[in-house]
């Protein structure tokens, strides 16, 4: 088993900044996929960032140039730095992983998932 813990979350004006960190404890893989995913009141959790490999990345159109995804091996530990921070942005955010490396955007794709941690941005 992999035990994901999300911190990093709060309260920010927009065009403010935010870093959250997922720190990943258990099971190790040789190779792994993880991933952010964000979830809006009444609507579905959908991909934020992923991070592969050598240090592949995807972003989503919504937060590509904004938002940075990174990770540290030596900390096993996952962050998202998110900048200029919009009320859009407003969601509970999830950090995800799954064994594999890949290019993998949906939520069924992800064996291990965080608790999540509240972001608000407001306006």
């Known amino acids: 088993q992999v035990q994901l813990v999300e911190s990093g979350g709060g309260l920010v004006q927009a065009g403010g900044s935010l870093r959250l960190s997922c720190a990943a404890s258990?099971?190790?893989?040789?190779?792994?996929?993880m991933a952010w995913f964000r979830h809006l009141p009444g609507k579905e959790r959908t991909i934020v960032a992923l991070i592969w490999g050598g240090g592949s990345t995807y972003y989503a159109n919504s937060v590509r140039g904004r938002f940075t995804i990174s990770g540290d091996n030596d900390k096993n530990t996952v962050y998202l730095q998110m900048n200029s921070l919009k009320p859009e942005d407003t969601a509970i955010y999830y950090c995800a992983a799954r064994a594999g490396d890949g290019y993998y955007l949906r939520t069924v794709d992800y064996t291990y998932w965080g608790q999540g941690t509240q972001v608000t941005v407001s306006s």
């Open positions: 258990g099971r190790t893989f040789s190779t792994y996929t």
